[in-house]
Every structure is written in structure tokens, then in C-alpha cells.
């Protein structure tokens, strides 16, 4: 059991890692041509930035695919990086984004600095010049009350 929990926790925490070396090394860099869309006004309900979330969702399958015979360390890697995309799509989408107006801006505390970090990344519409670009870690700086 503590195997299970080890391994998916690691998948989890793996993506917000390897996520924001992507987003700032690969999406901000030669794949920005891709990820600009979300930096842009979009009239539909998708972007081309949502390739990126195929692309993730899709590993995380092939580790589920080739793990749960055994249900060994990739079934597990595979389900946390399953659980980090469905917690990014609540929280990046639905909650800060609002694709999907469930909810209201969060005015206090976790969710409402996470807020500000992901304002303050889109403060610009360039490759060049965003800041913050994790989804759980951010700067502790997003956390301080303005009042």
C-alpha cells in the first residue's frame, strides 16, 4: 500500500516539477508557437495550447497501459500524473481560467495566491518576460496579503 501511495505521489509531484521546466524552458521557448494561444484571446472552447494536455494525459495512459498487469511502479506513476492532470484542469481551468464558470476568483488564502501567480504569468502576451510558471509551487511572494 505504502508502494502505491509512494510511486503516485511521485508521478504528482514529477509533474509540477518536470511541468515547469516545460512550460518555461519548451512552451516559452521553441514550442511557443503552440502555448501562445494561451496567452491570447480564444473565442472557442479550445486553444492549440491544449495539445500539451493530450500529450501529458497520453503518457500517463501508456503508464497505466504498461503497469497494470502487475499493477507495478508505472501503473502508480501513471495515476499520479492522472491526478496532478485532473487537479491542473480544476484549478488552471476551471479556477483560475474559468473555462468552465463553476466557480468565483478565490479572494483568500492557497488558491488566491496561486491566483496572483498565474495573473502575474500572464501580465505579458510574449515568449519572453512571464514569470511564475508553476502551477502548485509559486513564488512566496503571491502569498502576502495586499491590503
Known sequence: MMYAIGFTLVGFAMMEFAGWFIHKYLMHGPLWGIHKTHHQHTDGPFEWNDLF??????????????GVADFDYRFWLGLGISLYGMSYFFLHDM?????????KRPRKGYLAGIFKAHQAHHATNKKDGSVSFGLFVVPKRYFKRSE
Do not use: D, E
Not at 479556477?95 to 466557480?103: D, Q, T
Open 53 to 66: 494536455s493530450l500529450f501529458f494525459g497520453s503518457v500517463a495512459v501508456l503508464l497505466i497501459f504498461l
Open 95 to 103: 479556477l483560475i481560467h474559468r473555462r468552465v464558470k463553476w466557480f
